[in-house]
């Protein structure tokens, strides 16, 4: 992670065509990372650091019987933990760290409500997928996926925004878990192949690197587009068939990196070059 890390703070004063702060100034924010202050792969930190109380999580559950009380009782505390980590950027003062922001270092502020997902995510593998899978069809994913454009799209057709905590709260969570069942349903009906494999086997490298890429590709259009771009980013409907589009072709680009990394840079991911030679032996 770290290595990966200092890479990109090279990448963003070499190629990002921004203003930056010096290389020493970078090196500082990106060790103490704090979100919005030069932390440019800041997920690869917090997904560390939620992975530590996952681990704990898992562990206590694996040597529980893992009756269904237990599940539910697993499930209300992650999600008390979530719900605390969003009162707390809900209503701390940002004023009362030196920095001016409602953030922790090694986003602390964020590890629980990662934690609460990853939590329901581990019991729907192990408790809840066969049950999913007799229940969820075609018709019922529609429904679900028409009630959540319905939701996650009102605020901007009706222009009103949900300022109290707890109502806007509990629609993070139902759009977040309305969501999350489509992409179950659409994932189990995609027929696997090379491509969406090796993405999918290289997800840290496309979290890594795809800001580069995409700030190289949003300098290009709006060179050529001039102000057609601005206003497609401004208009709901447009921006949102771009943003798939540019994720498809991003992650095309991406497997350039992807290559390069696995083939003769694999310490960055943490593996040694005896290993990497295993690979290449056991693949042939």
Same mark, same amino acid.
């Given at each position: 992670m770290c290595e990966v890390s200092v890479i990109n703070i090279i990448l963003s004063q070499i190629i990002t065509f921004d203003e930056h702060a010096s290389f020493i100034e970078e090196l500082k924010w990106n060790f103490l990372q704090i979100r919005g202050k030069g932390d440019g792969i800041w997920f690869v930190a917090a997904l560390f650091m939620t992975f530590i109380p996952f681990y704990f999580f898992v562990d206590r559950y694996e040597k529980s019987e893992k009756q269904r009380n237990e599940r539910i009782i697993f499930i209300i505390v992650a999600l008390l933990l979530s719900i605390i980590s969003n009162v707390y950027e809900a209503f701390m003062d940002p004023t009362l760290l030196p920095w001016g922001t409602v953030a922790l270092p090694w986003h602390l502020e964020y590890v629980f409500q990662a934690m609460f997902y990853m939590t329901i995510g581990y019991l729907f593998k192990g408790e809840f997928e066969r049950m999913y899978d007799k229940t969820a069809n075609a018709f019922s994913t529609v429904v679900v996926f028409f009630v959540y454009i319905v939701f996650r799209y009102i605020p901007y057709i009706m222009?009103?925004?949900i300022e109290n905590f707890i109502p806007k709260m509990l629609y993070t969570y139902l759009c977040a878990f309305l969501g999350i069942f489509v992409l179950i349903f659409v994932s189990k009906r995609i027929v696997p192949n090379?491509?969406?494999?090796?993405?999918?086997?290289?997800?840290?490298?496309?979290?890594?690197?795809h800001g580069k890429i995409y700030t190289v590709l949003q300098t290009i259009l709006k060179s050529i587009l001039g102000?057609?771009?601005?206003?497609? &980013? /401004?208009?709901? #409907?447009?921006?949102? *068939?771009?943003?798939? @589009?540019?994720?498809?072709?991003?992650?095309?680009?991406?497997?350039?990196?992807?290559?390069?990394?696995?083939?003769?840079?694999?310490?960055? &991911? /943490?593996?040694? #070059?005896?290993?990497? *030679?295993?690979?290449? @032996?056991?693949?042939?």
């Open positions: 222009a009103f925004e090379r491509y969406l494999l090796y993405i999918g086997q290289n997800t840290l490298i496309c979290f890594a690197f102000v057609l771009y601005g206003e497609i &980013l /401004g208009n709901m #409907y447009a921006s949102s *068939v771009f943003a798939i @589009v540019l994720t498809i072709v991003l992650s095309f680009i991406l497997i350039i990196p992807i290559y390069v990394i696995n083939r003769w840079l694999p310490f960055l &991911l /943490g593996r040694g #070059y005896r290993t990497r *030679v295993k690979e290449l @032996v056991r693949a042939q």
